[in-house]
């Protein structure tokens, strides 16, 4: 396979041979104010996000801040963002820097800047909506963010969180030898990039969405080692911020997930519900994969969100916590 002779020839070169170092952009110096426009969210040190909205017709009854996954961009939630807007809920996303249209495309700024960027918007959005309840919504990577950004002090309160399918898949929980081969190319060939071809796992039972986003200029097809390696370093920020995080969540996965593996996540899972469990909703999908939000079920998780969000139930709709209890009471 292509990308597999490609790593074993790259492990076997001399860390010596170029002394490079895993590199990440971050944040310029603050200049301005944020600002959140039509399309754009202008952050502090004047870097221009785009900023997709689905609002609906009337005041919104809350809102939702979603987060993208790797390589993804803020199209992602277009048909769930649609779905919540005409339940009353407003929804925005945006590009997160080195991804879609925003800057730097394909190169890694650092769990804290996204988290600094996060924290701005939340803001911004408290601003317009004073009186509604704000939630933040994070996919895969976005859910990474979302975890490390609620750790933090500095962060502003929000209603609640909502973890779909979060990337938690921490060094601490990889073998040796994945982990040992991703730290010599990012140490050696920290430009070079991988496209996955060979790497056969589904992300999803939607075979036409996944077409679309092969299709999808805006959707990264070549990862550069280095932005790998960043993305690693904010799962492990995740995964050991269990025990940190607080407050009202409901967490999304689906048994058939190939991208994020069950031990990382149950065992996450186990840390965070020893300090939270009386805040916390799970819901374990039979058969819903990584991109639960885009599957061919994914009406099912959208109405047990709006659900948690509008009526905040005992039970969700389809009864994916109740599955949830019994595999983890199981484990």
């Known amino acids: 396979m ?50 997709r ?9 809350a809102v939702i801040i979603a987060l993208h996954g790797f390589n993804d961009y803020s199209r992602f939630f277009d048909m769930p963002g649609a779905y919540f807007s005409k339940q009353g809920i407003a929804c925005f996303a945006y590009d997160q820097r080195g991804f879609g249209l925003a800057p730097k495309r394909g190169l890694w700024a650092g769990a804290e800047t996204y ?75 920290p430009w070079l990039t991988l496209t996955g071809e060979g790497v056969h796992v589904v992300a999803s039972d939607n075979t036409d969405m996944l077409r679309a986003l092969g299709r999808d200029p805006l959707v990264i097809k070549s990862t550069r080692v280095e932005t790998v390696y960043g993305l690693t370093d904010l799962m492990d920020a995740a995964f050991s911020s269990a025990s ?28 965070f519900l020893e300090t939270n469990s009386t805040a916390t909703t ?33 039970k969700l709709p389809s009864g994916a916590d109740n599955r949830a209890r019994q595999l983890l009471s199981s484990r």
Request: glycine residues 6%; proline residues 8%.
């Open 53 to 61: 909205h689905w609002l609906p017709k009337t005041e919104p009854r």
């Open 282 to 314: 799970v819901a374990i999908y039979q058969h819903g994969y990584h991109m639960l939000l885009r599957d061919l079920q994914a009406p099912t998780t959208w109405k047990d969100i709006e659900a948690w969000i509008n009526v905040n139930p005992a």
């Open 115 to 189: 988290s600094k960027d996060l924290q701005a918007l939340v803001r911004l959005v408290k601003q317009r909506y004073p009186k509604r309840p704000v939630y933040l919504l994070g996919e895969s990577m976005g859910g990474a963010v979302v975890i490390t950004a609620m750790s933090r002090s500095d962060m502003p309160e929000v209603a609640g969180i909502i973890l779909a399918a979060p990337a938690l898949w921490a060094r601490s929980t990889m073998p040796w030898y994945q982990t040992s081969l991703l730290w010599t190319l990012a140490h050696s060939l």
């Open 244 to 271: 940190l995080l607080r407050g009202n969540t409901l967490m999304l996965y689906g048994e058939k997930d190939e991208i994020i593996p069950k031990e990382p996540t149950y065992a996450f899972l186990q840390r």
């Open 2 to 51: 292509k990308l597999r002779s490609t790593l074993i020839a790259a492990l076997l070169l001399p860390i010596t041979l170029s002394g490079c170092m895993p590199m990440t952009y971050p944040l310029g110096v603050k200049n301005s104010a944020a600002q959140l426009g039509e399309n754009i969210f202008l952050t502090e040190d004047g870097a221009s996000l785009p900023l």
